[in-house]
């Protein structure tokens, strides 16, 4: 769908914040509908997610494999699997738990699950809200980083944060330039391996 623009009409669009977002003037001087931008209550997360996921939450030795033996984190949670500790589902293990790959699998798929659930719920507010217009339209790649990040620091990790709110009033540059820095998400320091995440999250955010 497209049509021709007079140079009044392009000048008012790229004034406009909200539908530069969405909206862009191709070199035909014609105005279309980007369609990267989808209602991300709708959205499921992608395979990109599900191998990025295991090589960020596996073990450090073989990257994308799990850990079959529980151990404790520098917080003083316990972990098995890729990154399961018990808070985004059930059961949450003791350190000296073994599991199978089979088993590392299901707690993935759960809290991989609980996490995109977490992130449609809210998206599903904002869009119910309308207070900001069309602000639950996002990319593939917004949407697995955002429940990326859940499974990292949690629903209301995600929800108290500095960034989710830039990201709610459709800032996405500036959301994106903080993540890397934003503690407001787990409510301590970043390790150098999280700061490192962080910056990954954020380049793939606004791809």
């Given amino acids: 769908m497209s049509f021709k623009l007079n140079e009044n009409e392009k000048r008012h669009i790229l004034e406009m914040h909200d539908k530069v977002r969405k909206e862009k003037i191709n070199e035909n001087d014609e105005y279309v509908i980007d369609k990267k931008y ?9 395979q990109n997610f599900w191998d990025t996921i295991k090589k960020e939450e ?13 151990y404790k984190l520098g917080d003083g949670r316990v972990t098995i699997g890729w990154g399961h500790t018990g808070a985004l589902s059930t059961p949450k293990p003791k350190v000296g738990d073994t599991i199978t790959e089979i088993e590392a699998q299901e707690y993935l798929q759960n809290d991989a699950t609980e996490s995109a659930d977490c992130v449609r ?3 599903e507010e904002w869009k119910t809200d309308k207070s900001i217009k069309d602000n639950h339209m996002i990319t593939q790649n917004m949407f697995d980083v955002l429940v990326s990040l859940v499974f990292n620091a949690g629903c209301q ?14 800032k996405y540059k500036e959301a994106a330039e903080l993540l890397p820095t934003d503690t407001t998400m787990i409510r301590g320091k970043f390790s ?12 793939e955010f606004l791809k």
Wanted: cysteine-free.
């Fill in 38 to 46: 989808v209602d991300g209550t709708k959205l499921k997360a992608s």
């Fill in 121 to 123: 719920r809210f998206l």
């Fill in 58 to 70: 596996g073990s450090l030795k073989e990257k994308g494999k799990p850990v079959l033996k529980a």
């Fill in 157 to 170: 990790g995600l929800r108290n944060s500095d960034f989710i709110q830039l990201v709610k009033q459709k």
């Fill in 192 to 203: 150098k391996g999280l700061t490192n995440r962080r910056k990954r999250e954020s380049k």
